[in-house]
Each structure stands twice: as structure tokens, then as C-alpha cells.
């Protein structure tokens, strides 16, 4: 069997970055040279935070419950006697 070995575009970009800066032909920092590493980590990040954020708001103050379930409650309510 044979191993997938494919490479993303940020590892690929991390690589040419790195041999930039080892033959000192980029002065970048080295967080920059490995930004392409950790951008997509802290983007995903952000985006899990911001998704836990909505649902615990959601889940406090009941934003986003089916409206169709009460207004359907509320009209079995007022037929009742």
C-alpha cells in the first residue's frame, strides 16, 4: 500500500519560507516564516469560538427555538376551553 503523501499549500509555502530565511534571503521574523502554519490553526480557532459564543447566547436567551412549534402552541392554547 502506498502512503497518501500530499502536502497542503501552507506546508508547501511554510518550506520556501523556511529555505528563504536559512540561506538569509529574507530578513523576516520568524513568526512570519512560519505564519502559514498557524494562520489556518488561529483562523479555526476563531471560528470555533465565535460558533460557541452563538450557541450559548442562543441557548440562554432561546433565540433560534422553532417559532413554528409556539405559534402552533399558542393556537392550541386560545382553542382549548
Same mark, same amino acid.
Given at each position: 500500500?502506498?502512503?497518501?503523501?500530499?502536502?497542503?499549500? /501552507?506546508?508547501? %509555502?511554510?518550506?520556501?519560507? +523556511? @529555505?528563504?530565511?536559512?540561506?538569509?534571503?529574507?530578513?523576516?521574523?520568524? $513568526?512570519? &516564516?512560519?505564519?502559514?502554519?498557524?494562520?489556518?490553526?488561529?483562523? /479555526?480557532?476563531? %471560528?470555533?469560538?465565535?460558533? +460557541? @459564543?452563538?450557541?450559548?447566547?442562543?441557548?440562554?436567551?432561546?433565540?433560534? $427555538?422553532? &417559532?413554528?412549534?409556539?405559534?402552533?402552541?399558542?393556537?392550541?392554547?386560545?382553542?382549548?376551553?
Amino acid at each position: 500500500m502506498q502512503a497518501n503523501t500530499r502536502l497542503s499549500f /501552507g506546508s508547501i %509555502l511554510f518550506f520556501i519560507f +523556511l @529555505v528563504f530565511k536559512l540561506t538569509e534571503s529574507i530578513d523576516w521574523s520568524w $513568526l512570519w &516564516v512560519t505564519a502559514p502554519l498557524w494562520i489556518p490553526l488561529a483562523a /479555526g480557532v476563531a %471560528l470555533l469560538t465565535v460558533a +460557541l @459564543v452563538l450557541s450559548v447566547v442562543s441557548a440562554l436567551f432561546g433565540v433560534g $427555538l422553532d &417559532v413554528r412549534y409556539r405559534k402552533r402552541r399558542r393556537r392550541w392554547m386560545q382553542r382549548r376551553p
